[in-house]
């Protein structure tokens, strides 16, 4: 099992809708995770962090299932700018800390 | 407010040439990391260092060099490119170990 999985999608959802992605994570140690967005060929910026069990910002929330080890990404209202790859991001829980990236869930607003 | 800061922005190579990413950042952070992202793959863990003085090895460090004479500079080394070194190349900094990290606007590299 992946230590971050995502479905790739694309998610393909016209303006206005509400839609949702999940990032499950194998370690049931985790205590922190990330979402961040990547635009085309731009670098990731972080969109949200989660240190217990949500995070709300905006029109953004994200939701942390600790039973059943994953973290969702929901977005209300999607605007056209809202177009991007999603990435999920999970700390290993070693001495390193190093950040583990989910492969991205790409979303597509269309008008 | 510069942040993490990355040159060049694109670069070609021929196989066998080496050369050297620069990274800076001016945020103090300790935590420092060199990514690659290839289509599909998502990012990959290059090398990472802890602070000034210590580095240590990721995921995929094979061909790659790095050191962190300063906490400011991180700056990533191919030694001998190759076509499988084409790719887009992130540096990121972190506060603290395990926290979010902030991006350069990366490098294209392209080895021919």
């Keep these: 099992r992946k230590e971050v999985e995502q479905d790739p999608g694309p998610f393909n959802v016209p303006e206005g809708a509400t839609v949702a992605f999940n990032c499950t994570y194998s370690n049931s140690a985790s205590q922190s995770f990330f979402w961040y967005r990547q635009d085309c060929r731009k670098e990731p910026k972080l969109l949200m962090s989660v240190y217990s069990s949500g995070n709300e910002d905006g029109r953004f929330t994200a939701q942390l299932n600790r039973a059943s080890q994953y973290i969702s990404l929901l977005i209300r209202d999607s605007k056209l700018s809202d177009s991007a790859t999603y990435l999920c991001v ?3 829980m070693d001495s390193s800390y190093k950040l583990i990236f989910g492969s991205g869930t790409r979303l597509l607003v269309r008008p | 407010n510069a942040g993490v800061t990355q040159t060049p922005k694109f670069q070609v190579l021929k196989t066998g040439q080496s050369m050297t990413l620069q990274c800076a ?3 103090n952070h300790e935590y420092m990391s ?3 992202q290839d289509p599909g793959m998502g990012l990959r863990l290059i090398h990472y260092s802890v602070g000034a003085g210590i580095t240590d090895q990721g995921e995929v460090p094979n061909g790659y060099n ?3 004479s300063t906490t400011e500079d991180f700056p990533l080394r191919l030694l001998s490119a190759a076509p499988s070194q084409t790719s887009v ?3 990121a900094s ?3 170990l395990g926290d979010e990290a902030f991006f350069g606007q990366g490098t294209r590299l392209t080895v021919v």
């Design chain 1, 90 to 92: 999970v700390p290993r």
């Design chain 2, 34 to 36: 060199w990514y690659r």
């Design chain 2, 25 to 27: 950042q001016d945020m």
């Design chain 2, 66 to 68: 790095v050191s962190r």
């Design chain 2, 89 to 91: 190349y992130f540096c």
């Design chain 2, 94 to 96: 972190s506060p603290r």
